[in-house]
């Protein structure tokens, strides 16, 4: 296990080993929101138009997001009764606004986070809801709860902090925080702590009608990605970037008004 006032300093993630995945400055990106039910995610075409990266430790405990240790298991087959704590905000009672959510982006969608992280101690598993009370990454058949940890979870064997694994991979959109919960399957206590990597841009949205059908028709044009996962979400881009967006089998037309203003952005976020 890692303490972090001593080895904190040794296990800094790599980020060499994230380099060739990382999104960088003119890059044209179609972020995909799940968002339409069964028509299938909703893209919204963005560019980067500068970013920076840092990393990010962040532990549970000290920020209070959890109240201590994950208690050892006492589970008798590997598989149920593990000690497991449900999906919660990643806050912080350190910071001087001691703010609920530290990656709420709501207020600021100009910005967009590109996340992997690491995880200690090694048994430690990590679930992610997007947004909160979400579960994403869950099989339609064999999908987690409580007291089936199975599936769906990444962990410190996987992608420990001095390196992490890109299968992390975590966007974070205006209105699509994150939440972490975790399980701890050894029986021993578990002191969760998670390394971030953060890749932080700034976008502007693409409302010129030919490149949008560019980056969606010709391939390579655009980097792609699913936020989140496959689990429908209610999220409205028109309220963030002032477009609609498409489906990924939007003809051209289609393309031309998902990119067309709807609105200014919601009253209080700053305009893209």
Request: charge should be negative; aromatic fraction near 12%; glycine fraction near 8%.
């Amino acid at each position: 296990m890692i303490n972090p006032l001593v080895d904190a300093e040794n296990v800094l993630p790599c980020p060499d080993d994230l380099e060739d995945v990382l999104i960088k400055e003119n890059d044209l990106l179609l972020m995909g929101v799940n968002s339409g039910g069964k028509n299938g995610p909703t893209y919204i075409p963005l560019q980067c138009v500068g970013r920076f990266e840092t990393p990010y430790l962040y532990d549970p405990i000290a920020e209070g997001q959890i109240p201590g240790p994950l208690a050892p298991t006492s589970s008798l087959n590997g598989i149920t009764n593990n000690t497991f704590q449900t999906a919660l905000q990643l806050g912080s009672s350190q910071v001087v606004a001691k703010p609920t959510d530290i990656f709420d982006l709501t207020a600021y969608p100009q910005w967009l986070y590109q996340m992997f992280m690491g995880i200690d101690p090694p048994w430690l598993r990590v679930f992610l809801q997007q947004p909160f009370r979400t579960d994403q990454r869950n099989l339609p058949i064999v999908y987690f709860t409580p007291n089936y940890p199975q599936d769906g979870y990444w962990d410190g064997y996987f992608s420990p902090p001095e390196r992490i694994s890109r299968k992390t991979e975590i966007i974070v959109l205006p209105g699509l925080s994150i939440a972490l919960g975790y399980c701890n399957i050894e029986p021993d206590y578990a002191y969760p702590l998670i390394y971030f990597y953060i890749n932080a841009l700034n976008v502007a949205v693409v409302n010129d009608p030919d490149l949008a059908w560019e980056m969606l028709s010709v391939p390579g044009k655009a980097k792609m990605f699913t936020v989140g996962g496959l689990q429908g979400v209610n999220w409205n881009p028109s309220a963030y970037y002032g477009i609609s967006g498409f489906r990924l089998t939007a003809n051209k037309a289609a393309v031309a008004a998902g990119v067309g203003a709807t609105n200014v952005p919601t009253t209080g976020t700053r305009p893209v």
